[in-house]
C-alpha cells in the first residue's frame, strides 16, 4: 500500500512529477499512483494534472517535521513538554488527546499532538473545523493541572494572548482577538481555541487545549461557514514548523504560569486586543438573543455587555457574540 504521506512528500515541492516517475518511485503501477491522486483530492489537497508534464500540488506543501519544530523550541518548552506526537492523519487531535487521556496511556504532565489533517476536527459548540492536509495547523495540547476544573475559568483567554504572542515573535500580522475564543485578522477569523476538560472539579484535572490556524488554505471553495482568512493571503512565507513551534512555546509558557497566576496577568493584554470593545454586540444563547454594548472583560474572564445601562456579566461555554449588524 502506497501510505498517503509518501506520496504528498514526493509532490510537496509543487513541481510536475510524471505519473510514470510516481509510480516508479514508489514502485507501483501507474494506476495505483492515480487511484492515491485521486484520494489526496479526498484530503483537502488540489493536484493539478496537465498531458505531457504530470501531476503537480496545485500550492507546494510544507510538511510538519519533529526535527524541524524541535529546532525552534526553546529550553521551557521543551522541559514542559514530554511527548511529541505528529499525526499525517486523524479525527481530531483533541478527540486524540481525549482518548489516550481516558485510557489512561497519557501520564505525563504535558503530551502535545499536531496532525497534516483532521477528518473530524471539532470547533466550539459542535461546529466542525474545516482541516485539509498540510495546509494550516492543528494542534492540542494536554497538560495536566493540579487545581480543579475551577480554577480554569478564562483559560482560553490566555490560551489567546499566547497565540498572538507567537504571531508577533514570527513578526506575523497582529491579530486580535474574539471572546471567548476566536483569533481574528482583518476583522476575519484565522484561527480558534477548543479547551476540554476532564477530571474533577475539586481535584486534579487536565485541559485539552486546542488551537487551529489557518495557514495557507488550499484553492479551492471550502465549505466554512463564517468570513475566514488564512496567512497566506497576507505575508508569504510563513514556515508551519516554525509556527507551530512559535506556538508551543507561547502555550506552554501561559499553561505553567497559569497554573500558579491563572488569568490575572493575561487580562491587560487581552483587552489590548479585544476586537469588539465597544461595539453594538449580539449574545446568543440557544433562542436568547441579548443586544448591547460590549464592554470587554471582567477579571474573571466572563463578557461584560452593557444592556440598556445596565453592565451584565456573561459566561459560559454556549453563547455566541456577534457583531449586531452581522447576520
Ligand atoms: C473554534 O473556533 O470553534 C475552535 C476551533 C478549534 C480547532 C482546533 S484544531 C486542533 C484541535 N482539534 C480539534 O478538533 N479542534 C481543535
Not at 519544530?69 to 486524540?96: F, M, Q, R, W
Not at 506575523?172 to 477530571?199: A, H, Q, Y
Amino acid at each position: 500500500m502506497i501510505s498517503d504521506e509518501v506520496l504528498v512528500q514526493l509532490l510537496a515541492d509543487g513541481h510536475f512529477h510524471s505519473g510514470e516517475k510516481l509510480a516508479m518511485e514508489l514502485n507501483v503501477s501507474r494506476t495505483a499512483v492515480w487511484k492515491k491522486l485521486k484520494k489526496l483530492l479526498t484530503l483537502g489537497l488540489v493536484v493539478d494534472s496537465v498531458k505531457g508534464k504530470g501531476y503537480r500540488l496545485s500550492q507546494p506543501v510544507e510538511l510538519l517535521s519533529k526535527d524541524r519544530i524541535k529546532h525552534h523550541l526553546s529550553e521551557g518548552s521543551c522541559a514542559a513538554i514530554n511527548n511529541l506526537i505528529l499525526l499525517p492523519i486523524v479525527d481530531s487531535t483533541n478527540s486524540y488527546l481525549l482518548n489516550e487521556t481516558k485510557t489512561q496511556r497519557v501520564l505525563s504532565k504535558a503530551t502535545i499532538c499536531l496532525a497534516e489533517y483532521q477528518s473530524a476536527g471539532r470547533g466550539r459548540r459542535g461546529r466542525q473545523w474545516v482541516s485539509p492536509y498540510g495546509s494550516n495547523l492543528y494542534l492540542s495540547i494536554d497538560w495536566q493541572f493540579d487545581s480543579g476544573v475551577a480554577a480554569l475559568e478564562g483559560l482560553s483567554l490566555a490560551v489567546g494572548v499566547g497565540v498572538a504572542r507567537a504571531l508577533s515573535s514570527l513578526n506575523l500580522p497582529d491579530i486580535t482577538l474574539k471572546w471567548p475564543n476566536d483569533i481574528l485578522l482583518n476583522s476575519r477569523k484565522l484561527g480558534g481555541v477548543l479547551i476540554e476538560v476532564v477530571g474533577d472539579h475539586a481535584g486534579p484535572c487536565r485541559a485539552i487545549v486546542g488551537v487551529g490556524v489557518n495557514v495557507g488554505m488550499p484553492d479551492q471553495t471550502l465549505d466554512i461557514d463564517q468570513p475566514w482568512i488564512d496567512l497566506k493571503s497576507v505575508c508569504e512565507g510563513v514556515s508551519r514548523n516554525e509556527l507551530a513551534a512559535a506556538l508551543i512555546n507561547q502555550l506552554t509558557e501561559v499553561l505553567v504560569s497559569f497554573e500558579s497566576k491563572g488569568l490575572k496577568p493575561y487580562i491587560k493584554e487581552w483587552r489590548q486586543l479585544d476586537a469588539f470593545k465597544d461595539r453594538l454586540v449580539n449574545v446568543t444563547s440557544g433562542n436568547s438573543v441579548v443586544t448591547g454594548i460590549c464592554c470587554g472583560i471582567a477579571d474573571n474572564g466572563a463578557l461584560v455587555v452593557d444592556v440598556d445601562g445596565v453592565k451584565r456579566n456573561m459566561h459560559g461555554g454556549e453563547l455566541s457574540l456577534r457583531l449586531n449588524n452581522e447576520s
